[in-house]
Nanobody
Framework: QVQLVESGGGLVQAGDSLRLSCAASGRTFYAMGWFRQAPGKEREFVAASPWVTGRTYYADSVQGRFTISRDNAKNMVHLQMNSLKPEGTAVYYC???????????????????WGQGTQVTVSS
């Protein structure tokens, strides 16, 4: 049974940092990533990294502030979030792809497995 379990969310102030983690079990994946959904908005891509290439991909809104990293031995992915802004308040979801094609890394509908989400609240 495939499971993705997120941890590390919480309440922080603007400018603070937070680190999210996602533990995957049940199989290995081609790529893992993070999405977020703010109140009243659609879920959006945040960051992702294919296991094989090690490349990283970021949304423009988080480029330079967020860092995605992997722990292959533990089948985990982390999202280090620095200089958090109030607009970063959202439920953050870990997601995984079994396989991918160019461009799929950004597409929510190309991810096969999802975690339950972890709340991040950034106060101003």
């Amino acid at each position: 049974q495939v499971q993705l379990v997120e941890s590390g969310g919480g309440l922080v102030q603007a400018g603070d940092s937070l680190r999210l983690s996602c533990a995957a079990s049940g199989r290995t994946f081609y790529a893992m990533g993070w999405f977020r959904q703010a109140p009243g908005k659609e879920r959006e891509f945040v960051a992702a990294s294919p296991w094989v290439t090690g490349r990283t991909y970021y949304a423009d809104s988080v480029q330079g502030r967020f860092t995605i990293s992997r722990d292959n031995a533990k089948n985990m992915v982390h999202l280090q979030m620095n200089s958090l802004k109030p607009e970063g308040t959202a439920v953050y979801y870990c997601a995984a792809q079994r396989r991918t094609l160019p461009g799929d890394i950004y597409r929510e509908d190309k991810y096969d497995y999802w975690g339950q989400g972890t709340q991040v609240t950034v106060s101003s």
